[in-house]
């Protein structure tokens, strides 16, 4: 079964499986943290390889199928455990975003019985690149590091950072993260800062995960787990707010919210075709203001203008008026 059937498809926007598609399924009821053994792990691949034209459609050219399929075979003990709904909405939103579920770029965790695509703050940075940043600067502050951040100050002045000169345990405690842009005609973006409060703030307002760890007395949330991690991200999140981002950077904004809140995520990823067409416009769309932007190097030239000439009379009409005189 190369291609979604309307069943599964279906299946898949309801969350309505109990058992992965052509797949026995004790593999996706298992709970706990037992080791899932190499046959159900080789199981779930086989299943997953049925939808490679899927994959093939959604992954963009610099990413073939091998390279994602060897990130996804790390993570089958989490996938078993997963309903196949959740395991293949996360992972195809993951491949229509063109990121790789390596750990750096992005992770497919299990919250209960469904997974859920988180894309890192690497994930945000190369997304961004890929449309208008020349690079993304996304750097943790310690205790002991010379910081000074003026908000009001001029581009360049704003923002000072030299690590401590010192192994990185000794450097003390995380106590801000900051992020900006560097655009490729070589201007500089405001810097986001964020600190610890900053950043508690966002969990405890936004994360449903965190929240639902917290009411149920676990300390097994991503917040939990990754804080610092999490925390760079959210400052990579506070750039659009002073960076004009391309359309499929919101759409992952989009899709990672929705994971948090339990929904869909594969439906707030690019189309591949329509990520195409909206690529097409935007180049279109920058092309248009640059040019707007550059002087004209030659006048404009005037439309050609038919000149005006006596209308011609017919045959006819002279033979009738050389016999009326």
Not at 246 to 268: P, R
Request: aromatic share 8%; glycine share 4%; charged share 30%.
């Amino acid at each position: 079964m190369a291609k979604l059937s309307l069943k599964d498809k279906v299946f898949i926007a309801t969350g309505a499986v109990s058992g992965p598609v052509g797949v026995p399924e004790q593999v996706a009821d298992l709970k706990g943290d037992e080791q899932v053994n190499p046959p159900m792990n080789k199981t779930v691949m086989e299943w997953l390889e049925r939808y490679n034209t899927e994959f093939d459609e959604a992954l963009p050219r610099h990413i073939d199928r091998s390279t994602f399929f060897a990130a996804v075979r790390a993570i089958l003990p989490v996938l078993a455990r997963c309903t196949p709904a959740s395991a293949l909405d996360a992972l195809l939103a993951c491949a229509r975003f063109g990121l790789v579920p390596d750990g750096r770029h992005a992770v497919i965790i299990r919250e209960g019985d469904k997974a859920r695509f988180i894309p890192m703050a690497q994930g945000y940075v190369e997304l961004m690149c890929r449309a208008d940043a020349q690079s993304v600067v996304v750097e943790v502050v310690r205790e002991h590091d010379h910081f000074k951040w003026v908000p009001t100050a001029p581009l360049g002045q704003d923002l000072e950072h030299v690590p401590a000169r010192a192994l990185r345990s000794q450097r003390g405690e995380v106590t801000h993260v900051y992020a900006f842009v560097w655009f490729k005609n070589g201007q500089r973006s405001r810097a986001v800062v964020l600190d610890r409060e900053d950043a508690e703030e966002i969990r405890d307002l936004h994360s449903r995960a965190y929240q639902e760890a917290v009411a149920e007395g676990r300390e097994d949330s991503f917040w939990h787990r990754f804080f610092i991690q999490m925390w760079m991200k959210s400052a990579v999140r506070r750039l659009p707010k002073s960076v004009r981002m391309s359309a499929e950077v919101v759409a992952l904004m989009k899709a990672d919210d929705a994971g948090d809140a339990g929904e869909m995520q594969s439906y707030h990823a690019p189309d591949p075709e329509a990520a195409q067409l909206l690529a097409e416009a935007e180049a279109a769309s920058r092309a248009a203001e640059a040019s707007q932007d550059r002087p004209a190097l030659t006048p404009a030239r005037r439309l050609p203008v038919k000149r005006w000439q006596p209308r011609r009379r017919s045959r006819r009409a002279r033979r009738g008026r050389s016999r009326a005189a």
